[in-house]
């Protein structure tokens, strides 16, 4: 998601299909490789629906698959299109889709040329399947860009947005992750927004003069803690990857695992760049985890050819969010 820089639901979240049967990447139902870059996953009345960064034939906007089992996937068209008279001129990234007071909420980020910055919008529909028709363009503007928001509503019904903070400093990509509580009736910000984190951990600086990036939370709540999967560096070279953090408080202060990262390359098993996830319960209760990676892991970077993957998590006895090693990766 850093890339622009150089270029200028679900009823509440997941606390658990079988998603270890299965090859990645994921596949539609003509067995094609499901081409999609910053996928999200949200679910209701038992149907799986599969959004993110995708073309359309109509134009620019997002497209939509369905699925049952999370592991085949349905093309259905559109799910939101950019109308004619839009804020923003291109780079229509990063949707995601949250179920709040009856309704269907869609966040995503586009390039705004008359204030020269990537800002956060917000559309809303009736049903799952949309079509998604623009409230607030953008939704909030505080000076610079802001992508990647994502909804979580807490327990007591308080919701809250995640977002990074991105901006070129000379040569230099930075993306830092910001949080802030929303208006109940998600017409903006109610508060100012608190830093979350940077880029500190030693697998975030390894392109140190060039990208420093945390990006693409998702937030969740388990027994209590507040758990935020994020990505790092940047998505079209080498080292994209998925870190986590927890605190005990949707603002933070939260703390890194020194696990970190959850998920990175790994070339025996096919996986290069992974990140920008969504987590969703499973038919079988259990945890999975979508996220992007390169469709071809050996390919020339950097490169934004990217294919939608799935891997079982649980926690460990720390309360530590882990991955199931038993999947296996269908190389290209």
């Known amino acids: 998601m850093c890339l622009f820089l150089f270029l200028v639901v679900c009823h509440g979240r997941p606390l658990k299909g079988s998603c270890n049967k299965h ?7 003509d067995s094609v490789a499901l081409s999609v870059a910053d996928p999200f996953v949200y679910k209701f009345d038992s149907l799986y629906y599969l959004t993110g960064t995708t073309s359309l034939p109509e134009g620019m906007g997002f497209a939509y698959y369905t699925s049952t089992d999370l592991i085949t ?30 309704k269907f909420y869609m966040t ?16 809303s529909s009736e049903k799952p399947d949309g079509p998604f ?19 979580f509503v807490d327990d007591d019904g308080t919701p809250y947005v995640y977002y990074s903070k991105n901006r070129i400093q000379e040569t230099l990509a930075v993306g830092e992750l910001y949080a802030a509580r929303l208006a109940t009736d998600l017409s903006g910000l109610d508060g100012n927004p608190v830093f979350i984190s940077g880029a500190s951990q030693s697998w975030e600086k390894v392109n140190w003069d060039k990208n420093r990036c945390n990006e693409g939370a998702y937030v969740f709540k388990r027994n ?14 080498g080292h994209y990857g998925i870190g986590v953090s927890r605190s005990k408080s949707p603002l933070g202060p939260w703390t890194k695992s020194i696990n970190n990262p959850l998920l990175a390359t790994d070339l025996s098993k096919g996986i290069s760049s992974p990140g920008h996830n969504s987590i969703v319960e499973a038919p079988d209760g259990r945890f999975c985890m979508i996220y ?14 990217r294919v939608v993957c799935m891997d079982r998590l649980f926690f460990d006895e720390q309360g530590e969010l882990q991955i199931e090693d038993s999947l296996h990766y269908l190389l290209p």
């Open 224 to 237: 209590g803690i507040y758990y935020m999967t994020y990505s790092a560096n940047d998505t079209g070279y």
């Open 133 to 151: 028709v623009d409230l607030y363009t953008p939704w909030f503007d505080l000076g610079y860009s802001a992508i990647d928001a994502d909804i």
């Open 108 to 123: 995503y980020s586009c390039y705004v040329e008359e204030r020269g910055l990537m800002l956060t919008c917000l559309a």
């Open 73 to 102: 996937w349905e093309y259905k068209g559109l799910l939101y299109r950019k109308p004619e008279n839009h804020i923003g001129s291109h780079a229509f990234w990063a949707p995601e889709v949250e179920y709040y007071k009856g």
């Open 23 to 29: 090859l990645n990447p994921l596949k539609t139902t």
């Open 292 to 305: 992007h990676r390169h469709a071809d892991p050996y390919c020339q970077k950097p490169n934004w050819d």
